[in-house]
């Protein structure tokens, strides 16, 4: 299963907006060697990265999306 990453994230050192890397040929996100999103980011020039499942998710969309797998 996969979660859309957003296209920004707060920078882990309140540095303000990164910005995700995503593949220039085929559009989709950049992860790096253990699946995680990378972000760019933009005021101090740097990568980090965000787990995918650190991003909180509405619990009534993943309960929607558990019944639509069914
Ligand atoms: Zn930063």
């Known amino acids: ?3 859309q990453p957003a296209t920004q ?3 882990r050192h309140n540095h303000g907006i990164g910005m995700l890397l995503v593949d220039i040929d085929n559009g989709k996100p950049q992860l790096d060697s253990r699946g995680n999103w990378q972000y760019y980011c933009l005021q101090e020039h740097h990568l980090f990265t965000v ?3 650190e991003v909180e998710a509405a619990p009534a ?3 929607q999306k558990v019944i639509s797998l069914v």
């Open 51 to 53: 787990r995918p499942n």
């Open 61 to 63: 969309e993943d309960a």
């Open 1 to 3: 299963m996969h979660t």
């Open 9 to 11: 994230h707060q920078c």
